[in-house]
């Protein structure tokens, strides 16, 4: 059974930094891409950053030169560090595996966790 487990979710200033981490339980963690989307309330899921099975990354064009994705596969941890934080990157951000590559949509990745919360104040 595959599990992701996010955290690092929190409260920031605006241009502030938070570290996201998704422990992956389960040998799929080095067979996949591996992904950070966040969800907005009335908006569709956004992929925010992306890393295949061989460390090749994508961006959305709002994060590229804020966030960086990485992968511990010794700890089976997949990282997001984000830097400048803006205030329109308040929202609930998921871990996602079980992709085929990278980019791709939210139907492309087959495990989900649940969620962790980043709010960015002004």
């Known amino acids: 059974q595959v599990q992701l487990v996010e955290s690092g979710g929190g409260s920031v200033q605006d241009g502030g930094s938070l570290r996201l981490s998704c422990a992956a339980s389960?040998?799929?963690?080095?067979?996949?891409?591996m992904a950070w989307f966040r969800h907005a309330p009335g908006k569709e899921r956004e992929m925010v950053a992306c890393?295949?099975?061989?460390?090749?990354?994508s961006y959305a064009d709002s994060v590229k030169g804020r966030f960086t994705i990485s992968r511990d596969n010794s700890k089976h941890t997949l990282y997001l560090q984000m830097n400048s934080l803006k205030p329109e990157d308040t929202t609930m951000y998921y871990c996602?595996?079980?992709?085929?590559?990278?980019?791709?949509?939210?139907?492309?990745?087959?495990?989900w966790g649940q969620g962790t919360q980043v709010t960015v104040s002004s």
């Open positions: 890393i295949t099975r061989f460390g090749t990354t």
């Open positions: 389960g040998d799929i963690y080095f067979k996949h891409a």
């Open positions: 996602t595996t079980g992709g085929t590559g990278c980019p791709g949509r939210p139907t492309d990745f087959a495990y």
